[in-house]
Structure formats: structure tokens, C-alpha cells
């Protein structure tokens, strides 16, 4: 019982660390129409921003704080310069954002070589409940992950702002004729998920080290993710990060980690097959 209950925690705190991830790309996948694939090297970023403050000697708290709002700063340089120029063509935008990522990625290994650099955990110790210990950073991570999310519902749903993008989403010709800047709303939410993108990395450095590939388990992960989820809802892509993060963390229990992470492309690919539309398909954002 002490072990599947421990097994239980270690998946969904790893759950929750792909929530984090997909919530983001899930959001422009949504608004724009196309597949960040620089999502993971934002990710990347959040974690060495934090990396560099431990190194500066600041408070690991305070760089946790900080990368959401480097990443998402970044976020909307890159969007404003670069990325804006491709909407017209998803498919060129996502060689683009590619591109950009791999920019990122090897941009971060020279400077961090190809070594794993260690960053201790915020809060150190564990919780003891039921003869079974609870890492204090791993219920953080789902903590927060709850916060992040119900905040961002909240915004996308009970505001202005949320209704303004929604109305660009489902309409933007009507939003631009209704007196909305379907461009601004871009900018900011393309940004909105890069700092989520931003926080993911800051709070799972401690649990995973950085290195410079450290985005690209989740960008993966995160892109089946949105599939299974299904895009154009804000629940869908949670769902999709729910089942892949449960599953991906679930199957080493039981299998090979090489031969669980082809699992979980099957299994995967097997549901789009059948359901192409996603876990919650007809629903609007």
C-alpha cells in the first residue's frame, strides 16, 4: 500500500509538471492555429534563468519568479519580429518556430556545455503521512499547478480580456470589425504562454537538473498532448497533458522506460486515429 501510494504522488507530480508545459502551447495552438515548436527551449530558458540566479548567489525563489516573466518578455520579442510575419502560413511558422528553438537549445549548450548543472530544491524535505514520504517540492509543483491553472481560467473565461480572445478565436474577422486588435491579442497571449512555459522550467530544474535537451522531452510530450486533447478549448489540451503525464509516468512502474515512451506514442497515436479531434472535440475555448 506505501508503495502504490508513493508511486501514485511520483505520477502526479509529474503530471502536473506536463500540465504546466501544455497549458502554454496549448493556448497558442488554439489562438493561432499553429504548433509552437520552440515551446520546449522556453521551457529551456525558464530553467537557466533560474540556474542563474543560484549561480549569482540571489534566492532560488526570487529566479522562479523571475523566468516567467523573462521567457514571456522574450516571448513577445520574438513574436512582434519574427513569428507575426508567418500566420499566414502555419505551416512555414512552425519551421520557423523550430528554427528558432534549435537557435535556443544550442545557444544554451554553449553555454552551459553538455553537462547536467544541479539546482537544489526551494523547499527541502519531505512530509511523512501514513508511514509515506511526501517530497515538499513535488507538492508544491502540484500546488501550484492547480493555482496556474484555475487562475488561468479564470482569465480566459471571467474577463475582458478572456472574452476578447475568444471572440479573436472563434471570429477574427468579425473580432477586428467589433473594434478588437486581434494582433495585439496575439502578441500577448503568444507571450501569456511563453511564461508558462517559463515557470514550467524554473520549477522542475530542481527535480531534473539543467541541460541543453531539457525542453525537448516536453515539447514532445506537450505536442501529443494538445493532439489528444484536441485544440480550439481550453480543457482539452489539460485533459491530453492529464492522460499523457499519468500514462508517461505510470508504464516505467511496469515496463522498460526506453520501451514506455514508445508506448505512449502508440497509444497516442492510436486514439487520434479514431478520434482526430481530440478528447473534447466540439467544444469551444
Known amino acids: 500500500m506505501e508503495s502504490a501510494v508513493a508511486a501514485i504522488f511520483e505520477i502526479l507530480s509529474f503530471g502536473a509538471i506536463i500540465i504546466l508545459v501544455v497549458l502554454g502551447l496549448g493556448i497558442i495552438a488554439s489562438m ?17 534563468t533560474v540556474y542563474l540566479f543560484y549561480g549569482w548567489g540571489l534566492p532560488i525563489a526570487l529566479g522562479m519568479v523571475a523566468a516567467p516573466f523573462v521567457v514571456g518578455g522574450l516571448g513577445l520579442v520574438l513574436e512582434r519580429t519574427i513569428i507575426k510575419r508567418f500566420y499566414a502560413a502555419p505551416v512555414v511558422a512552425m519551421l520557423g518556430t523550430y528554427a ?7 545557444s544554451v549548450r554553449g553555454l552551459i556545455g553538455g553537462l547536467y548543472h544541479a539546482v537544489p530544491e526551494p523547499l527541502i524535505g519531505s512530509i511523512d503521512f501514513a508511514g509515506v514520504h511526501f517530497s515538499r517540492w513535488r507538492l508544491a509543483i502540484i500546488v501550484i499547478t492547480i493555482l496556474v491553472m484555475i487562475g488561468s481560467q479564470m482569465l480566459l473565461k471571467r474577463t475582458s480580456f478572456g472574452l476578447r480572445v ?3 478565436l472563434e471570429n477574427p474577422a468579425l473580432a477586428r470589425a467589433s473594434g478588437i486588435s486581434t494582433d495585439a491579442i496575439y502578441a500577448v497571449t503568444f507571450a501569456f504562454g511563453a511564461a508558462l512555459a517559463g515557470l514550467a522550467g524554473a520549477l522542475v530544474v530542481p527535480v531534473f537538473s539543467l541541460f541543453a535537451d531539457l525542453g525537448l522531452r516536453f515539447l514532445i510530450q506537450g505536442f501529443l498532448a494538445v493532439m489528444l486533447g484536441g485544440v480550439g478549448t481550453f480543457e482539452g489540451p489539460v485533459a491530453g497533458a492529464g492522460v499523457v503525464g499519468v500514462v508517461s509516468a505510470a508504464l516505467p512502474w511496469a515496463v522498460a522506460p526506453v520501451l514506455a515512451d514508445v508506448l505512449v506514442f502508440v497509444l497516442a497515436i492510436i486514439f487520434i486515429k479514431f478520434r482526430p479531434g481530440g478528447l473534447l472535440a466540439g467544444r469551444s475555448i
Open 32 to 48: 493561432m492555429g499553429i504548433f509552437n515548436f520552440a515551446h520546449g527551449e522556453f521551457v529551456l530558458l525558464g530553467a537557466y
Open 100 to 106: 528558432l528553438g534549435v537557435i535556443i537549445r544550442e
Open 166 to 168: 475568444r471572440a479573436a
